[in-house]
């Protein structure tokens, strides 16, 4: 990895992200988890970020590349609907009753 982090700060798009750090990645499956990736290399941003302020760049840097990393094989292994990311699928839909919820008094 050559980049630095003011140059990692300018980037917008997964792809970018992946080609900065060197990541290997499917085309195919960005175009479909492009979000959703972002959004949990975001959460583990945060995460490094609270954790360890005493990092100089370029181990800073090395962390976040691991967290790109591992937020692109989540969803290798998994689905946007199981992860649950966005608020949308933590809403309950309106004018529907489950079974579970019937109750036979």
Same mark, same amino acid.
């Given at each position: 990895?050559?980049?630095?982090?003011?140059?990692?700060?300018?980037?917008?798009?997964? !792809?970018?992200?992946?080609?900065?750090?060197?990541? *290997?990645?499917?085309?195919?499956?960005?175009?479909?988890?492009?979000?959703?990736?972002?959004?949990? @290399?975001?959460?583990?941003?945060? !995460?490094?970020?609270?954790?360890?302020?005493?990092?100089?760049?370029?181990?800073?840097?090395?962390?976040?590349? !691991?967290?790109?990393?591992?937020?692109?094989?989540? @969803?290798?292994?998994?689905? *946007?609907?199981?992860?649950?990311?966005?608020?949308?699928?933590?809403?309950? *839909?309106?004018?529907?009753?489950?079974?579970? !919820?019937?109750?036979?008094?």
């Amino acid at each position: 990895m050559t980049g630095s982090l003011s140059e990692f700060n300018t980037l917008v798009n997964a !792809e970018d992200y992946l080609k900065f750090f060197q990541i *290997p990645y499917d085309q195919k499956m960005v175009n479909v988890n492009r979000l959703h990736i972002l959004q949990k @290399f975001s959460k583990y941003i945060k !995460e490094i970020d609270a954790d360890n302020s005493q990092l100089n760049d370029s181990e800073r840097l090395s962390k976040y590349r !691991e967290a790109l990393e591992k937020a692109y094989q989540v @969803f290798i292994e998994s689905t *946007p609907q199981q992860e649950k990311l966005f608020k949308v699928f933590h809403q309950k *839909p309106k004018n529907v009753v489950k079974l579970t !919820e019937i109750d036979s008094d």
